[in-house]
Nanobody, 118 residues
């Protein structure tokens, strides 16, 4: 059974930083493509960034230069470093596993709320 557990969300002021983590179990993590998605109220879920099993990344234009996706295969963990946060980054952030670099996988975490507000 695949489990994805996100953590690290919270309330941050505009211009601040947060780091999200996603710990995976039930999959062979080092072989899995992974990704972060987000969904703001009243909007569709959208891609934030994906990372292949060997570390190649694909990042949405809206966060490029501010957000960095990474992974540690020794810890079965994926990260999203979010810098220079803006109000429009407010959303529930979801971890995704499987698929390929440019194809969404089948497995989802429960999500973690990120709120950017002064």
């Amino acid at each position: 059974q695949v489990q994805l557990v996100e953590s690290g969300g919270g309330l941050v002021q505009p211009g601040g930083s947060l780091r999200l983590s996603c710990v995976a179990s039930g999959i062979i993590f080092r072989f899995a493509a992974m990704g972060w998605y987000r969904q703001a109220p009243g909007k569709q879920r959208e891609l934030v960034a994906r990372i292949s099993n060997d570390g190649i990344t694909n990042t949405a234009d809206s966060v490029k230069g501010r957000f960095i996706i990474s992974r540690d295969n020794t810890k079965n963990t994926m990260y999203l470093q979010m810098n220079s946060l803006k109000a429009e980054d407010t959303a529930v952030y979801y971890c995704n596993a499987g698929g390929e670099l440019r194809r969404t996988g089948d497995y989802w975490g429960q999500g973690t709320q990120v709120t950017v507000s002064s």
